[in-house]
Nanobody, 127 residues
C-alpha cells in the first residue's frame, strides 16, 4: 500500500486560505486516485475532494465547491488541496486518502472506498 503524510494545516481567520500537501511513498503514485476527507469533532468523516490518476478530473463536495481545489504532481508523488475563502464550518481534521478507484465511490462509499489514509492535519478557522 501507499504511505501518506499530510502537512500544511493550521489556524486561519475566516476568509483566509491554506494549502494542504500530502506526500506519498511506497507504491506507484499514479496508480492511485487521490483525495481528501475531513472529520469535525462529534461528526463522521466526510468526503471533500478527489482527483483522478492523471489529475485531469476532479470532484468536490457541494460544501467546498468553488472554494477548494485539488491538484497533484505525479513527478513529486504529492497531492494538494488549496482551500480559499475558509469558513468556521471548515474546521476539522483533514485526511489525505488513496484509492484505486475514482469517481462516485468516493462520496457514495466514503471511507469504505479508501485503501490508505494519512495521519491527518488539523485545520481551524476562526470567526
Amino acid at each position: 500500500q501507499v504511505q501518506l503524510v499530510e502537512s500544511g494545516g493550521g489556524l486561519v481567520q475566516a476568509g483566509g486560505s491554506l494549502r494542504l500537501s500530502c506526500a506519498a511513498s511506497g507504491r506507484t503514485f499514479s496508480d492511485y486516485a487521490m483525495g481528501w476527507f475531513r472529520q469535525a469533532p462529534g461528526k463522521e468523516r466526510e468526503f471533500v475532494a478527489t482527483i483522478s490518476w492523471s489529475g485531469s478530473s476532479t470532484s468536490y463536495a457541494d460544501s467546498v465547491k468553488g472554494r477548494f481545489t485539488a491538484s497533484r504532481d505525479n513527478a513529486k508523488n504529492t497531492v494538494y488541496l488549496q482551500m480559499n475563502n475558509l469558513k468556521p464550518e471548515d474546521t476539522a481534521v483533514y485526511y489525505c486518502a488513496a484509492s484505486t478507484a475514482y469517481g462516485s465511490v468516493w462520496w457514495r462509499d466514503g471511507p469504505a472506498a479508501i485503501r490508505s489514509w494519512g495521519q491527518g492535519t488539523q485545520v481551524t478557522v476562526s470567526s
